[in-house]
């Protein structure tokens, strides 16, 4: 299970740190990732890191801005976002993939609920 956390409203150039628990599995066997979706669109990637953490993936679109962590032994996933733009409003979703590194959603195979994050111009 997945439980996302953190999202809210801000102001364009603020920041939200996302939290994503989990529970009922080994945390540190999976690739973690973020995900958003926008009202009207198609699920997006946001970032991935790899079981241990050491490696870290962006899309374009948010590289410089986000950064995705873990810690395995709070079995939790976290997405920093700073200087926050309208355009990234959405809901946002963790997610776990048991066996590649991958941006595609189709290869996820546990999801959070989503948690709204709306940026204000």
């Known amino acids: 299970q997945l439980v996302e956390s953190g999202g809210g409203l801000v102001q364009a150039g603020g920041s939200l740190r996302l939290s994503c628990a989990a529970s009922?599995?080994?945390?540190?066997?999976?690739?973690m990732g973020w995900f958003r979706q926008a009202a009207g669109k198609e699920r997006e990637f946001v970032a991935r890191?790899?079981?241990?953490?050491?490696?870290?993936d962006y899309a374009d679109s948010v590289k410089g801005r986000f950064t995705i962590s873990r810690d395995n032994a709070k079995n939790t996933v976290y997405l920093q976002m700073n200087n926050l733009k309208p355009e990234d409003t959405a809901v946002y979703y963790c997610?776990?993939?048991?066996?590649?590194?991958?941006?595609?959603?189709?290869?996820?195979?546990?999801w959070g609920q989503g948690t709204q994050v709306t940026v204000s111009s």
């Open positions: 009922g599995g080994t945390f540190s066997s999976y690739v």
């Open positions: 890191i790899n079981r241990s953490g050491g490696s870290t």
């Open positions: 997610a776990a993939c048991l066996d590649r590194y991958s941006r595609d959603v189709g290869d996820y195979n546990y």
